[in-house]
């Protein structure tokens, strides 16, 4: 059965620098997306990603925040300058299209800020 | 933001036994609403959807029912496994804005053999 990947499963990082996490939706998946959960908190949309372009995004996510399809098979969240509040499990899903379609979540990025 | 809320932080069953898993929603605008399940170090798994015009959806053991009037829905899993136990997440979305789905806090599901 096809599946969400991503990687790496946990990175760790210094506070100011720049992190890649990277996804690799199902192959006719057309909507991608980010959430993250930091621990002990709920599930949080950061980004949908359609057609090349972001489809919506929460305040969350800022300029520090930017995603990019740089091929037909990946999808990234770049985090320009991170800081300790962004340390969380990272989630890439996608849907076949939008409107009716679940949502297939990815393993996770574990990621450490310190 | 408490869109969604998912008032019983956990919820013990008997294997074979009815679990029954509740949600309240706040947003009229949500138009879609799905249930996930999650082990601890993975992702949401997807179990089951029902979209606002249906009241009732089935599919296998898991049953979602929505009430709208009463801005609630709750997944039945019928008969209950010990495999079952996970969180369980009931997420919402309006689908006019960008598919982005609002997830409750979930529920810890514990069934019993």
């Known amino acids: 059965e096809p599946e969400v990947t991503q990687t790496p499963s946990h990175q760790v990082t210094q506070m100011g620098q720049e992190v890649i996490l990277r996804c690799v939706p199902i192959s006719n998946h057309l909507y991608f997306y980010w959430y993250r959960q930091i621990l002990g908190q709920k599930v949080e949309f950061l980004v949908s990603f359609y057609n090349n372009e972001i489809s919506e995004k929460s305040e969350i996510f800022d300029d520090q925040f930017s995603v990019e399809r740089p091929d037909g098979s990946n999808f990234t969240l770049k985090i320009r300058s991170t800081k300790l509040e962004d340390s969380a499990m990272y989630f890439c899903?996608?849907?076949?299209?939008?409107?009716?379609?679940?949502?297939?979540f990815g393993p996770g990025t574990r990621l450490t800020v310190t | 933001d408490q869109q969604v809320k998912q008032n019983s932080p956990s919820l013990s069953v008997q294997e074979g036994r009815i679990s029954i898993l509740n949600c309240d929603y706040t947003n009229s605008m949500f138009d879609y609403f799905l249930w996930y399940k999650k082990y601890p170090a993975e992702g949401p798994t997807f179990l089951i959807s029902?979209?606002?015009?249906?009241d009732k959806n089935e599919d296998g053991r898991f049953t979602v029912f929505l009430n709208k009037s009463a801005k609630h829905l709750s997944l039945h899993i019928v008969p209950s496994q010990p495999g079952d136990s996970a969180v369980y997440f009931c997420a919402a979305t309006p689908l006019e804005y960008g598919n982005k789905l609002v997830f409750g806090a979930g529920t810890i599901l514990r069934v019993k053999s």
């Open positions: 029902i979209s606002s015009i249906k």
């Open positions: 899903a996608s849907s076949r299209d939008r409107g009716l379609y679940e949502q297939y």
